[in-house]
């Protein structure tokens, strides 16, 4: 495995430990955020919308229950 990340690394004139950081750093970015296409399909939905922020103010304000 170690061969799978020296080759890439090698290329690009880096240290093995920082391609695995900046690999890790952009797949946690892209599970993070949405892209603008995604948001502007949720932000046309108007029923999720008034719904999301029904639930932003009921969070806010501490009520409702936690569900895991």
């Known amino acids: 495995m170690k061969s799978h990340f020296r080759r890439p690394a090698e290329a690009e004139n880096r240290p093995v430990s920082n391609l695995i950081e900046t690999a890790a750093l952009n797949r946690l970015h892209e599970q993070q955020f949405v892209d603008d296409a995604e948001m502007a ?27 895991e």
Do not use: C, H, P, Y
């Open 41 to 67: 399909e949720v932000l046309a939905n108007e029923k999720l919308v008034t719904r999301l922020r029904t639930g932003s103010g009921q969070a806010r304000a501490r009520q409702g229950r936690l569900i």
